[in-house]
Structure formats: structure tokens, C-alpha cells
């Protein structure tokens, strides 16, 4: 296996089991998992799970990310902090498949109080199936990146 079969997958203890569900609908489908955590219940901050599986999309160990939290927003926005990132929540598969084809996702957030485990299943799917289309929205891409070069900083 390689980094570029590799998906790291980790939460907050809100969605422990989708997580572990999603870990093995993958792996059934071929993909090597890094699952890094957590296993047990008690509360643990989402900020500090979405840094770990991000830095591990950004270094390239592995070739994309799945986080979730109970809305999928909170770790979200954790991930998106790390220079290289561009993760999306999904509900729908709509959104699942245009991260990918548009904005080149490399990491996917859940809300695991947000979806149940058919449509997260589904979910997962259609991003891990979807191709980035390039052309114009490579442009796009790299006018994020510009953006993330010249962090703004607005006086207050
Ligand atoms: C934890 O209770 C909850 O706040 C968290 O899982 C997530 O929804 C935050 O965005």
C-alpha cells in the first residue's frame, strides 16, 4: 500500500461508531485506513482531531481525510486551519461528488447527528468515486491558494 491508497479517518466522540462503520466500508472496498482515534466515549475537543488527520492529508501520508463531529462544522473548520486543506461537510451526495469534481477536496467532513449511516455510507461514496475536473477550477484553486499564502488579517 501507498500513501496514495491510505485515508485517514478521526472524530470527536460524537461519531465514534459512523466513524468505525465508514472505516470498514472502505477498507472492504480496497482502501488502507489510518484510523487515529478516538475509541473510547468520554468528551475529547474536535479542534484537536481534525489538526491530527489533517496534518496527515497535508504531509501526503495519506491521500485524503474523513472527519466528522456531531454537525460536521466544528472539525471542519479545525482541518481547513492547516495550510493545503480543502475539506467540505456533506449531507447529500450532490455536494459529496462537486467537492471533488470542482474544489478538489482532499478531506471530507460528516455530522454524525446529521446523517444516518446510509446516506454517510453513500456519502463517502460518491466522494471517493468522483474525479477533479481541473481546467477552470484549477484556476479557482489556485486563486485559494494565493489567499491562504497572504493570510488576512483585518485590524479590530
Ligand atoms: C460536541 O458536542 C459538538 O459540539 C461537536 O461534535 C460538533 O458538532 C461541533 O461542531
Known amino acids: 500500500m501507498t500513501a496514495s491508497n491510505r485515508i485517514v479517518l478521526s472524530s470527536d466522540h460524537s461519531a465514534i461508531q459512523l466513524r468505525q462503520t465508514i472505516a470498514a466500508h472502505i477498507v472492504a472496498q480496497g ?8 475509541t473510547t466515549p468520554e468528551s475529547t475537543p474536535y479542534p484537536k482531531h481534525g489538526e491530527a488527520a ?12 474523513i472527519i466528522l ?7 471542519m473548520m479545525a482541518a ?21 469534481q470542482h ?14 449511516e446510509g446516506l454517510a455510507l453513500d456519502i463517502v461514496d460518491a466522494f471517493l468515486t468522483a474525479q477533479f ?20 488579517s483585518v485590524p479590530v
Not at 474544489?103 to 444516518?116: H, P, Y
Not at 481546467?135 to 485559494?144: C, F, K, P, S
Request: charged letters at 30%; proline letters at 1%; aromatic letters at 4%.
Open 31 to 38: 482502501w488502507e485506513v489510518a484510523d487515529i482515534g478516538p
Open 54 to 65: 489533517a496534518r496527515l492529508v497535508a504531509t501526503g501520508d495519506c491521500r485524503f481525510g
Open 69 to 75: 463531529c456531531g454537525t460536521g462544522q466544528g472539525i
Open 80 to 100: 481547513n486551519k492547516v495550510k493545503g486543506i480543502r475539506c467540505g461537510v456533506c449531507a447529500d451526495t450532490f455536494s459529496a461528488r462537486m467537492i471533488r
Open 103 to 116: 474544489n478538489d477536496a482532499n478531506m471530507l467532513s460528516i455530522g454524525a447527528r446529521v446523517v444516518g
Open 133 to 152: 475536473e481541473r481546467g477552470r477550477h484549477a484556476v479557482r484553486l489556485e486563486m485559494i491558494e494565493e489567499l491562504e499564502k497572504h493570510r488576512i
